[in-house]
């Protein structure tokens, strides 16, 4: 069975950092892109970033270039969002997903239960 | 940059037939996926490339994608599949997926 388990969201104040982790099991890890999407109260989902097997891809929306990094650990099946600088409008529930393997498609199969981050003073 | 367009809102009654739509240029061109999401639980897929149904989707759900516009429809509506629903394509070379704002469906 694939799981996916977010850890590491909680309160920081604005300009704090925080790292989210994603553990990852039931199926080969290093096989698959993944991605980070979240979805701030009551709104809609928002692709983050995503990262290629090897890690030599890395993509991000706009809103977060020069301040979130993903990484990847294929050892650990695990996957990472180091979260600097973070605004208020990065409050939300952050999501880690694997991508689907389909050719010429981008879509994500399964979705972890998601770990919320609030951004405030 | 990309976008995707959905309505706010779909009603339908139980039994009937729900249609929503997702609108971006050229989106027939691409592959679109749906996801239905309910209160407090991540989204789920339930169509991608354009027309498939991942395994332990009911067969009422469907998909289709032509010209600007693709469309998910639900035939035979239960009260079970109330929720919001999300459109998804890949965007561009730099941004790699875009998603709809999302339709909530009433079904009453």
């Known amino acids: 069975e694939v799981q996916l388990v977010e850890s590491g969201g909680g309160l920081v104040q604005p300009g704090g950092s925080l790292r989210l982790s994603c553990a990852a099991s039931g199926f080969t890890f290093s096989n698959y892109w993944m991605s980070w999407v979240r979805q701030a109260p009551g709104k809609g989902l928002e692709w983050v970033a995503n990262?290629?097997?090897?890690?030599?891809?890395?993509y991000y929306v706009d809103s977060v270039k020069g301040r979130f990094t993903i990484s990847r650990d294929n050892a650990k099946n695990s996957l990472y969002l180091q979260m600097n600088s973070l605004r208020a409008e990065d409050t939300a529930v952050y999501y880690c997903?694997?991508?689907?393997?389909?050719?010429?498609?981008?879509?994500?199969?399964?979705w972890g239960q998601g770990t919320l981050v609030t951004v405030s003073s | 940059s990309f976008e995707l367009t959905q309505p706010p809102s779909v009603s339908v009654s139980p039994g009937q037939t729900a249609s929503m739509t997702c609108s971006g240029d050229k989106l027939g061109n691409k592959y679109a996926c749906w996801y239905q999401q309910k209160p407090g639980q991540s989204p789920v897929l339930v169509i991608y490339q354009d027309t498939k149904r991942p395994s332990g989707i009911p067969e009422r759900f469907s998909g289709s994608n032509s010209g600007n516009t693709a469309t998910l429809t639900i035939s035979g509506t239960q009260a079970m599949d109330e929720a919001d629903y999300y459109c998804q394509a890949w965007g561009s070379s730099t941004a790699h997926v875009v998603f709809g704002g999302g339709t909530k469906l009433t079904v009453l």
């Open positions: 997903a694997r991508e689907g393997k389909a050719v010429a498609a981008t879509y994500f199969d399964y």
């Open positions: 990262i290629k097997q090897d890690e030599i891809e890395k």
